[in-house]
């Protein structure tokens, strides 16, 4: 199914904005489009927690922590889902994970550092 590829992780003062990509090049069209894409983190000692979920259709979901600062969005045509993450904090310090769930399958990259510290 391919796998996917995150980016746009780094290190931002609080107040400040990212911009997570997540590709997955090899997967094929017709198995990307209806797939549900999902953000997750997992900051240390702690769970991964869903942040942020988009299906195919693009209806969108966000944990309550998140709602109004954090955008989730899909390119179909480009096989990517981003994370538009503005008015950053401390507490969103983690690794952030994309995934990809379909017909009971999930697929995970390999994770990318948001560290928010001024």
Avoid: H
Wanted: proline content about 5%; charged content about 20%; overall charge positive.
């Amino acid at each position: 199914q391919g796998p996917l590829v995150e980016s746009g992780g780094g290190l931002v003062q609080p107040g400040g904005s990212l911009r997570l990509s997540c590709a997955a090049p090899r997967t094929i069209t017709s198995v990307f489009n209806p797939s549900i894409l999902g953000w997750y983190r997992q900051a240390p000692g702690k769970e991964r927690d869903l942040v942020a979920s988009i299906t195919g259709d693009g209806i969108t979901s966000y944990a309550d922590s998140v709602k109004g600062r954090f955008t989730i969005s899909r390119d179909n045509a480009r096989k990517k889902v981003y994370l538009q993450m503005d008015g950053l904090t401390p507490v969103d310090t983690a690794v952030y994970y994309c995934n990809r769930y379909l017909d009971g399958q999930n697929y995970w990259g390999q994770g990318t550092q948001v560290t928010v510290s001024s």
